[in-house]
């Protein structure tokens, strides 16, 4: 059985909070990925934490980007990529 080369995510969108794509290593990892180790918002669940991967995986629907997310309580969690954003000082200050 031979693995399939991940198809590119479709029509991301625009603006300062659409996620980039990097480069696909070999386990289909986004190893280069600019957000990686930085702090992200999962917009369906609301938690933060900092991305520690980005997995392509097959689904019947195709190839599905899925993020990991890793909190300060350090039990990671996944989002779909489409649903995460930058976690920038302004969020912080809204927040107080």
Same mark, same amino acid.
């Given at each position: ?17 659409t996620v980039p794509q990097g480069k696909v290593g070999p386990f289909f990892h986004?190893?280069?990925?600019? @957000? ?7 917009? &369906?669940? /609301?938690?933060? /934490?900092?991305?520690? &991967? ?6 019947? &629907? ?14 990671? @969690?996944? &989002? ?13 200050? $809204? $927040? $107080?």
């Amino acid at each position: 059985m031979t693995a399939s080369r991940p198809r590119k995510a479709s029509s991301l969108g625009t603006g300062v909070n659409t996620v980039p794509q990097g480069k696909v290593g070999p386990f289909f990892h986004e190893d280069n990925h600019p @957000w990686l180790t930085t702090e992200v918002r999962d917009v &369906a669940s /609301g938690g933060e /934490g900092t991305l520690t &991967a980005i997995v392509h995986e097959e689904s019947r &629907a195709g190839t599905v980007r899925v993020a990991h997310i890793r909190p300060a309580s350090g039990v990671e @969690w996944t &989002a779909a990529v489409t649903n995460i954003r930058l976690v920038t000082s302004s969020d912080h200050v $809204q $927040q $107080q």
